[in-house]
C-alpha cells in the first residue's frame, strides 16, 4: 500500500513556500504509512534510559490462531441514502489445532440480524456481541480437521464504525457523492481493508496472518459497473433495475486483501498469458487508460521472470477512484489507486505511474502470495513492494534512473529517522498504523538493495525464489527470509538481519583519504559517529573501494568489512591516487561525510560510474567559478541522464556568458526530457535573460508535454506580458492542472478583477501541490482587487475548507490560503480589512477544532503558530 497524501503535505510544509522546481522529480514513494535463534528478546530500546522499576517491554505479537478462515462467501447490496452494507455471510471454518466450542469474529459496528449454524435454515447459535467483537457459541466442541459453517444475516454501517481519532480512513469501505449532491463527481463505493478494516463491512478473523477463498455476490444498480477479486463468474440482469455479479477467488488469501469497487467506469481489457489484464477509469479517461498504467503486461512478464515464480492469480485488473484514503492498495487481483494517477497521456509525458504500479503489481508476490504474519513485520511486504521500483526501473530505464529512484528513498527514510528510529522489525509499535512508515517501506528498500549487492545478483535472484516457493499462500516473518537465503548461499546471514532488521538506525561514517609515499600505500580511514545510545555503536558494513590511478584507467577494485568503530585500511599503490571511491557500489544507506578535495570531484565526475558519483560531484562544486569547474557544467549539460543535466542547471551561478545563455536556449527546445526544457526556461529567468522569447512562443504552441508549455508561459510573462495574457487566455479551457496553475499565477500578478471567475470556475478542479498554490494566487488576487472580492473570497475558501467532500489537498490548500489572507488583511489600513482578518481567524480555529484528521489538524496548528491562545 502506498499512502501519498500526508507525507507529501509534510514534505511541502518542510519546504515552507517556495515553489517546487520542475526538473527535480519529486518522491513518489508517499505512502506515510509505516529472532533469530542467537536473540530471544525485544531489541534494545535505545531512545530511553531503562526506568528504576523495569517492565517487560511492549511486544505486539503475531496473532494467536485458534480457528482457521477456509472459505468466505459473501451475498451484498447497498443502501446509498443510510450509506450501508446489507450483507450475508457463510464462514467455513475448521479449529486451528486445539479442539474449539467457540469462535470468535472480527465484526465492527454491525447490526446482528441472524446468526445460525450452516445457512439461513440451520439451528440458532447463541452469541454475545460488544459492536466490535462477535463471541459464538458453537454447538459443539470441534477437532481438529473437523469443518463446521456459521451464516450471519447483518447490515453494516461503516461510517459509524468507531475507531480512532487519529485515524479518519478505517471504515473500511466508503459511499462516495452517495446522494449524488455533487456535481460532476462520480457516485463510487469502494473498499480499503488494510490494516484490519475490512471486518467493518463484513465478519471475519481480520489479521493477517489469515487467509481463505472467497466467493461475492453483488446486487448493485445496472448503470454500475463491479470490480471484485478473483474472476467475475457470471452476471444476471434483474427485472428491478439492479443487475447480480458473482466474482470467485479460488486461491487463498488474507482478509485485509478482500476488495469491492462500484461505479461507472469504463474498462478497458488486454491480456497477459491467458489471464485477464483491465483497467478502470472514469470515462473521460478511457483512451489513456493504457498510459496511466503503462508497461503492466511488461511487468507481468519481467517480475515473473526474475523471481522464477509466475504471477498466481487469475486476473489483474487496476482501478482508480475518487476520494481515496491511500496512494494506492495491493488487493489480490484488483489494486486500487487514488486519483492522482488518473491523468491524460500528454500529462503523464516524463512523469508517468510506473512506480507506483510496480509497487502494487509486486505485492501480488510480497504481500499477497505470501504475506507478513503480524503488523511488526509490515517490511516483508512493503519493504519488497517498495524495492520492485528500482528493480523495475533499472530494467527498463537504466541503472542511472534507478540510482536517482533509490537517492530520494534514502533521503525519505533519513528525513524521517531525525525524528524517530525504531527496528525495521517493531513489535514495540504504539498503533499498527504507525508501521507504515519511511522505515517499513524507504528503509526496507534500501536494506534489500543492499542484501542483493553483498550476495550477488544471482544468489539475490535465487534467494527470493526459494522464499517465495517455500513460502506459498502462507504468512511469513524476517526468518523465512533468512533461511531462504542462507540455504542458497551457504552463508550464516544472522549478522546482517540482526543488524538491519531487528536493530534500529543506520552508519554515520566520516571517511578520510591519504598516501603514503615513504610505504606506496593509499590510506582509507573509516570511523563510525552514529550515537551509541540510539543505536549500535558499530554497523559491520562490507563494502567495495575503488582505487584510479590516472583517468581512463580501470580502478583498482578492493573489498573491506568495516567492523570497527574506528578502522584504517591500506592497499598498495605505486603513486598517490587521483581518487579513492569508498562504497563504490553505491548501495550503503549511510549518511556518508567523504572528505575530498575539488580535483577529486571534478576527477570523480568524469571517471566514476555511477549516477550518484556524477550527481555528488555537481551538487558538490555548485557555485565554484573556477575554470575547471565552469568546464564541467557546460559538460554536465550534455549528460546521458536528464537528471544530472537538470542539476546541472539548478547549480548555474547567476552570471553566465553568451555562450551558455545559447545553450540553455537551445535546451529549451532540443532536450529529450521535458523536466530539463522545463529547467532551462526557469534558469533563463533567473539569469533574466531574454534569449529564448521565439522558443517560449514555439514550445507554447508545439511541445508535448504540460510542464514545458507552463514554464514557457511564465518565461513569456516575465519578458513580454501581453503576449502571456494572450497565450494564457487561449489556455484556459484546459484540464491539464500544471497549465491551469500557470494561468492562475499570471493572473493573479495582472491584479484584473475580471480574472476572478476563472479561479472560481477551477478551484475544485486542482488536487495535490497544485490546488495548494492555485488557491494562494486566488487570494492573491481577491485581495488586489478590493474588500468585495476578498470576503467573495473568504467565502468560497471557507466553504471547501469545511467540506469533507474534497480532498486533503484541496482542504488544506483552501485553509491554508484563508490564513494567508488573514495575515495580509491584519496589516492592512482599513478597519473593513481589519474585520474579514479577524472573521478568518475564528473561521479558522472552528476548522481546525472540528477535524478529525490529527494529523491534518496538527498541520492547521502550525499554520496558526503566529496566534497567541
Known sequence: MKNIFLLALATFLLACNAQQKVYV????????????????????????????????????????????????????????????????????????????STLILDAKG???????????????????????LLHVKLDKAYQKEEEYTIYIDYTATPAQSGGSSAITSDKGLFFINPHGETPNKPQQIWTQGETENNSRWFPTIDKPNERCTQEVILTVEDRFTTLSNGLLINSTTNDNGTRTD??????????????????EFAVVEESWEGKPVTYYVEPAYEEDATAIFSNTKEMLDFFSD?????????????????????????????????????????????????????????????????TCESWANLTMNEGFANYSEYLWLEHKYGRDEADYHLLEEWSGYLSSAQNDIHPLIYFGYEDKENMFDAHSYNKGGSVLHMLRNYVGDEAFFAGLNKYLTDNAY????????????????GEDLNWFFNQWYFNQGHPQLEVNYDYNDSLSQAIVRVTQHQDMEKMPAIFELPVSINIYTEAGKAPIQKRVHVNQRTQTFTFDVESAPALIQFDANRSLLAQVQDNKTQDQYIFQY??????????????????????????????????????IRGGAIMELGEQQDEATLARLKDITQSDPHSQVR???????????????????????????????????????????????????KELENTEAEDLLLAVGELYAESGDASYLAFFEKNLSKLDGFSSIYFMDAYQQLAITTGQEASEKAADRLTTMAQDITYSGWQRYGATRAMNQMRKSLATGESDESKALATKLLERLKVIKDSESNEQLKSFYEQLLQDVRP
Open 25 to 100: 522529480a519529486q518522491p513518489d514513494e508517499f505512502e506515510i504509512r509505516n529472532l533469530d535463534t542467537m536473540v530471544i528478546s525485544a531489541p534494545k530500546d535505545y531512545s530511553e534510559p531503562a526506568p528504576a522499576d523495569p517492565e517487560l517491554p511492549t511486544y505486539h505479537a503475531s496473532p494467536t490462531r485458534t480457528n482457521d478462515l477456509l472459505h468466505t462467501k459473501l451475498e451484498l447490496s447497498f443502501n446509498w441514502e443510510q450509506e450501508q452494507v446489507l450483507g450475508k455471510a457463510t464462514l467455513n471454518f475448521k479449529p486451528y489445532f486445539y479442539t474449539t
Open 110 to 132: 454491525f447490526e446482528i440480524h441472524d446468526l445460525r449454524l450452516n445457512n439461513a435454515s440451520g439451528p440458532a447459535l447463541q452469541y454475545d456481541y460488544d459492536g466490535q
Open 246 to 263: 458473482y466474482w470467485k477467488m479460488d486461491k487463498p488469501h488474507a482478509p485485509y486483501l478482500f476488495m469491492l469497487a462500484i461505479g
Open 306 to 370: 526474475i523471481l522464477g515464480v509466475k504471477y498466481p492469480w487469475p486476473k489483474y485488473a487496476q482501478v482508480v477512484v475518487r476520494d481515496y484514503v491511500s496512494g494506492a492498495m495491493e488487493n489480490t487481483t484488483g489494486s486500487i489507486f487514488g486519483d492522482f494517477v488518473q491523468r491524460h497521456r500528454q500529462e503523464l509525458i516524463d512523469d508517468h505511474n510506473e512506480n507506483i504500479i510496480a509497487h502494487e503489481l509486486f505485492h501480488h508476490w510480497f504481500g499477497d502470495f505470501v
Open 474 to 489: 502462507t504468512a511469513v516473518e524476517a526468518h523465512n527470509l533468512r533461511l531462504a537465503f542462507e540455504a542458497v548461499t
Open 606 to 643: 568524469y571517471n566514476a560510474p555511477r549516477f550518484l558519483d556524477r550527481y555528488e560531484a555537481i551538487q558538490l562544486l555548485g557555485g565554484n567559478n573556477s575554470p575547471a569547474v565552469k568546464q564541467l557544467f557546460a559538460d554536465a549539460l550534455n549528460d546521458p541522464f536528464w537528471a
Open 678 to 728: 522545463a529547467a532551462a526556461f526557469d534558469k533563463l529567468m533567473i539569469l533574466e535573460s531574454s534569449i529564448a522569447l521565439q522558443e517560449a512562443k514555439t514550445a507554447l504552441k508545439k511541445d508535448s508535454a504540460y510542464v514545458v508549455i507552463g514554464a514557457a508561459l511564465q518565461y513569456l510573462n516575465q519578458f513580454d506580458k501581453e503576449a502571456a495574457i494572450q497565450s494564457a
